[in-house]
């Protein structure tokens, strides 16, 4: 049985929890803040905050560039939904946009096009650890600046629609030499279990330097924000005679713990031999399906390097229907494979929106025949090799429905 995506968890990781837990500190403190500076040092960023998700990340960013009611967010129609639900929880207005043909990236024309004077921040996706052309995102946005219209001072800091990137499956890519999280204005992160990275449950938002942005001030806020609003977290209570707190405002509960950052802080020290291994089975798995009538993604090019997150494949002429009795042919041979995604309008949270697949054609077209296959450092390559002999056996024999 080959599984899909089951965490890479060592002793390592074992000790440094126990450890966490003997030390009678196991909510945010002095090991979430060491992740914080290790991560923000990996990024090439001056500061990260860890969260609970990268759900939290994205809505902590918009909450914190006071993005709400009458305002617009723009985000591709091809992603799981915590891209969008994001922007649903700050009261503003989602806009989706479909990918381009044949892409699983966002349409940029179709970017620029949705831009209006209600336009604050658009979140592209860095989909499968392959980021998004961010060169050609911000020469749209720069173009499209005159629509830009800032209401508050930390919006006042830009010129132009700010960006937010997804890079959920996106730690440790690269983009023109670019560590993903120095690229996008703000970068949120996923450190969930199946992530290449995880900490069990977790996320991090990280943003880079800019005139007119206190870093400070940025930190303090999403503590606050993550944390009640409370003016002091638990561990800067713990000084003597400094139980006294304040509410500043009713804020969120998205912490990260100690517990958690543990994993974190081994897993970081494994993670450039992890991201090896990933790209070793993605050069297998592209030198097995060359020739054959499939569709990859391409994940390392002269502009990206790819955090190997996802490996998806089209099954070339599949329809919807025939991609599912492929992946069920697949399960009866004891491998897991996955989609990614079924598009937004598909689901019914989205349809009550008003959203309507038709209006998103290449996103139908991509999701149709995409199979995902299995991409984890759990994978011997045995392992790989059966995957991929299967993969073969299936195509050679068709199964259409």
Known sequence: MISFSPPDITQAEIDEVVDTLKSGWITTGPKTKLLEKQLAQFCHTSKVCCLNSATAAL??????????????????????????????????????VDVAPGSFHLDYDQVAKKITTNTKAIIPIDIGGV????????????????????????????????????????????????????VADFTAFSFHAVKNFTTAEGGALTW???????????YHELQLLSLHGQSKDALAKTTLGSWEYD????????????????????????YPQLLARRREIIDMYEAAFKDLPVSVMNHFTETDQSSGHLYLLRLDGYSEQ?????????????????VHYKPLPMHTAYKKLGFDMKDFPNAYSQYE????????TSLSNEDVRFIISNVIDCLKKGFYV
């Open 59 to 96: 809505e902590l960013a918009l909450y914190l560039l006071g993005v709400g009611p009458g305002d617009e967010v723009i985000t591709c129609a091809y992603t799981y939904t915590a891209s969008c639900s994001a922007i649903i929880h700050v009261g503003a207005t989602p806009v989706l």
């Open 131 to 182: 980021m998004c052309d961010y060169d050609q995102l911000f020469s749209i946005l720069e173009e499209k600046k005159s629509f830009y219209k800032p209401s508050n001072e930390i919006q006042g800091a830009f010129d132009r629609v700010i960006v937010i990137g997804d890079a959920a499956h996106a730690l440790g890519a690269s983009y023109n030499g670019q560590v993903a999280g120095s």
């Open 208 to 218: 880079k330097d800019r005139d007119g942005l206190d870093n400070e001030f940025m």
């Open 247 to 270: 509410i500043v405002y009713p804020a969120y509960k998205c912490n990260m713990t100690d517990i958690m950052a543990s994993i974190g802080i081994v897993q970081l020290k494994r």
């Open 322 to 338: 025939q991609r599912n009795a492929f992946i069920i042919k697949m399960a009866e041979v004891g491998i897991a494979t996955n």
């Open 369 to 376: 025949n995409e199979v995902t296959l299995p991409l984890h």
